[in-house]
Structures are given as structure tokens and as C-alpha cells.
């Protein structure tokens, strides 16, 4: 049942502050009522959904500017942030993994905006020719540690170009150096641990330059050293004296005829050496004094060497039957001569190379020298006690020799002056008529 007008009425009136019934509302209670309430328009004002107002307008709850400058705030301090550990373009970059990959993205340089928080880094398979001083800023770059060059083109690098202070890894395999500056880790040494050069060493003058570095102490924590694939013939003497921590050794798949100007002196912590696929013919006792004074050495490769089964392979085949250092010796077989072709070393017997003693051709060729100088030093001995002997007929035979080449040079003085004088040359042909 509908409710009577007037009790509404009332109800409006009281809720407006309206004027009781019968009385004329004043002009202000009118212009009141026609002006609509503030909230309410502010509540039928629909707001863009996400979207925060931050003014203070007539619409703005009190408060809201705090509670904005709450959300901006982390906003712009993250925009702050994240400038500079921005990830390169062409590049693909993981902060939580502290990693930045840039492969195969035709780079011919090296991407200057690197994040700081970068730990290792791969720049593989990229035309890259140069590495400039300063390719990798140090400041920039603190906590790199390892480094990833592999596949590029790389020819030149330059001094300073890796000065980094926290660098433990470099891969350096598959370029084409030509030019290796011994001043590439900077003139302070390298916390460098590991150095991988596989197939990078394509000029006799980078083999060089390298072993200038190494030999500089530049590299005294470097612990594995890998130069495979680089076809190198001989190594440079003293190559590897300045590296104590040396663990791990890798000259495989080169062209080594002989190690008998490499050291291995001072290489107390060498663990692996390998030697495989090469062109060894022979280890001298030299070398193999050597390895028997290194005390952590306890796995060497050797397999696949054109080994030369005669009498100078003696010692090796009595040294790896004694030694339990040489991984697979049971597979080692003679490349040469034809009757020993593919006989496995460690079942050669004396009597198969026909060798009396063992020989040793160094050994040899110092004792020859030896017994030659004593055989000269007597020989000497006695030319010098007969001569002492002797003193006085030597004497009375050297006065005779000087009468008689006295004698001769007066007779040659007299028939000079008859010849130069007229007169007596003409006295001499007239008493020859």
C-alpha cells in the first residue's frame, strides 16, 4: 500500500533540512538544494580502470598524494637502477644468473654497454679481427671472471686489451692469432687460471709472443694451459719454468718431433700432461728424468706417436714398464722399422732391438767428449815433458839453426853488393873471360 505523500514529504524535508510544511524555503535553502553534493558527484565520476589519480583537485580523497608518491617512489628508483645494468641489443642477458651471451650476432667489436654485474660473458662466433686496449674496462667490468672468445675471428690482441682484475677462465679456441701482446693481462700479472688456446696458434710468432708471457710470471696462478690443435713442431726453450701452479697440460694433436729443449722443471703440481697425436719418435732419459721427479704427475697420454723401435728406444720401454704414470701404454706400438711394425712397446725384449747395453745418444756423444779432452790435456802433458827434457840439446839445435840462417843472409848480402856495384861486376866478368 503506497505510502501517503505528505509523511514523505516530511521525511524529505527533514533529510534536506527543508522548512516545515506551510513555510516558504529562503533563496540560499533553494540554490542548496538545486547544487548537487559534492561526494556524490565525486562517487558517479567513473575512473579509468588501473588508473590512479595523484591530485588535489576537489575529486581527491585526502591522502591519495602519500599513497601515490609511495608507488612512484620504487618506480623511479628502479628506472634509476636499471640503466646502467642494461643487457645489449644484440645480446641475451640473465641477472640472476649473472650472465650475458652474445653469439653469433655478426659483432665486429665488443659491445661497450656490458651490465656491471657480469660474471661470464660469451662473445663466440662473431667476425671479430681485433681486440683494442681497454676492450674490456676493467672499472667497468669487476666481477668478471670468465670469458668465452671462442669461434671468432681474432688476429690481433693487444696490450691491455684483458686486464681484468677478477678474470679466472679465457677461451681463446678456434681464432687465427697472428698477434699476442705479452702485455695483453697488463703489467700487474693475471689472476688467470685457465688459458684455452686450441687451434688459436696459427703463426710461429704468436708461439713465441706466448711464451714470453708465460714465461714473464705474469701467469703464476694459471693452473690448466690447453694447446692442442695447433700444429706446433718444437717449443720454445724454458717455455713453462714460471708456471708453479700448473696442474693440467694439454700439447695433443700437434707435430712435436722431440722434447729436448722443453722443460719441466718447477712444474711440482703438473697432474696431466698429454702428448697424444704427435710425432714422437723417441723420449730421451732426459725427459724421462724428468717426469719421474715430478712427484703430483700421474697421468700422461701418449698414444698415437710414430714411435721408432730400435736401440734408442730402450730406455723408454724399460721406463714404461716400471712407471705406472702413462694411461693406455698397453696400446703403444713401433710405427718403424717394418719388422717391429705394430709390436706393442711393452712386449720388446733386449734381444729384438739387438743392443748390447742400453744406449743413450746424448749420454754417448758427453762421454765421447769427455774422453777426448783427457786424451788431448796428456798428449799436451808429455809434448811439454819432452820438451823439458830436451831444454838443452833444443837450445844448442836452435843456435845452429840461427848460425846457419846467418851465415845465409851474409851470403845473400855479400852477392847484392857485387851486383849493385859497376866495378866489381865488371872485375867479376872479366876474370870469368
Request: hydrophobic share 40%; proline share 8%.
Amino acid at each position: 500500500m503506497a505510502r501517503p505523500r505528505s509523511a514523505a514529504r516530511s521525511r524529505c524535508g527533514k533529510r534536506s533540512g527543508a522548512s516545515p510544511r506551510g513555510e516558504t524555503p529562503a533563496p540560499e535553502e533553494r540554490a542548496a538544494r538545486r547544487r548537487p553534493p559534492p561526494r556524490r558527484a565525486a562517487r558517479s565520476r567513473r575512473r579509468p580502470k588501473g588508473k590512479v589519480e595523484c591530485g588535489a583537485g576537489p575529486g581527491a580523497m585526502p591522502g591519495r598524494g602519500a599513497l601515490c608518491l609511495g608507488l612512484l617512489l620504487p618506480v623511479l628508483l628502479g628506472c634509476g637502477s636499471a640503466q646502467p645494468g642494461g643487457c645489449p641489443a644484440l645480446c641475451e642477458c640473465s641477472e640472476p644468473a649473472r650472465t650475458v651471451k652474445c653469439v653469433n650476432r655478426n659483432l665486429t667489436a665488443v659491445p661497450p654497454d656490458l651490465p656491471p654485474y657480469v660474471r661470464s660473458l660469451f662473445i663466440t662466433g662473431n667476425p671479430l679481427s681485433d681486440l683494442p686496449a681497454g676492450a674490456f674496462p676493467a672499472q667497468r667490468l669487476p666481477d668478471l671472471a670468465s670469458l668465452n672468445l671462442s669461434g671468432n675471428h681474432l688476429r690481433t690482441v693487444e696490450a691491455g686489451s684483458l686486464a681484468l682484475p677478477a678474470l679466472r677462465q679465457l677461451d681463446l679456441s678456434g681464432n687465427a692469432l697472428v698477434s699476442f701482446s705479452p702485455q695483453a693481462f697488463g703489467e700487474g700479472g693475471s689472476p688467470l687460471e685457465e688459458l684455452l688456446l686450441r687451434g688459436a696458434l696459427r703463426d710461429h710468432g704468436v708461439l713465441l709472443s706466448l711464451a714470453a708471457l708465460l714465461q714473464s710470471g705474469a701467469l703464476r696462478n694459471l693452473s690448466r694451459l690447453e694447446l692442442a690443435d695447433n700444429g706446433l713442431l718444437l717449443l720454445p726453450a724454458g717455455m713453462f719454468t714460471a708456471l708453479p701452479a700448473l696442474r693440467l697440460l694439454d700439447l695433443s694433436n700437434n707435430s712435436l718431433v722431440g722434447l729436448r729443449n722443453v722443460s719441466f722443471q718447477g712444474l711440482g703440481q703438473l697432474q696431466s700432461l698429454n702428448l697424444s697425436d704427435n710425432s714422437l719418435s723417441v723420449l730421451w732419459n732426459s725427459t724421462l728424468a724428468q717426469f719421474r721427479s715430478l712427484p703430483a704427475l700421474r697421468h700422461i697420454v701418449l698414444r698415437h706417436n710414430a714411435w721408432v723401435c730400435d736401440c734408442a728406444i730402450e730406455d723408454l720401454v724399460v721406463w714404461l714398464k716400471e712407471s705406472d704414470q702413462v694411461e693406455g701404454k698397453e696400446a703403444l706400438t713401433c710405427a718403424s722399422p717394418d719388422k717391429m711394425l705394430g709390436k706393442a712397446l711393452l712386449k720388446i725384449n733386449g734381444p729384438d732391438l739387438n743392443c748390447s747395453v742400453p744406449i743413450d745418444l746424448p749420454s754417448q756423444l758427453q762421454t765421447s767428449y769427455v774422453f777426448l779432452g783427457i786424451v788431448l790435456a796428456l798428449i799436451g802433458a808429455i809434448f811439454l815433458l819432452v820438451l823439458y827434457l830436451n831444454r838443452k840439446g833444443i837450445k844448442k839445435w836452435m843456435h845452429n839453426i840461427r848460425d846457419a840462417c846467418r851465415d845465409h843472409m851474409e851470403g845473400y848480402h855479400y852477392r847484392y853488393e857485387i851486383n849493385a856495384d859497376p866495378r866489381l861486376t865488371n872485375v867479376s866478368s872479366n876474370s870469368d873471360v
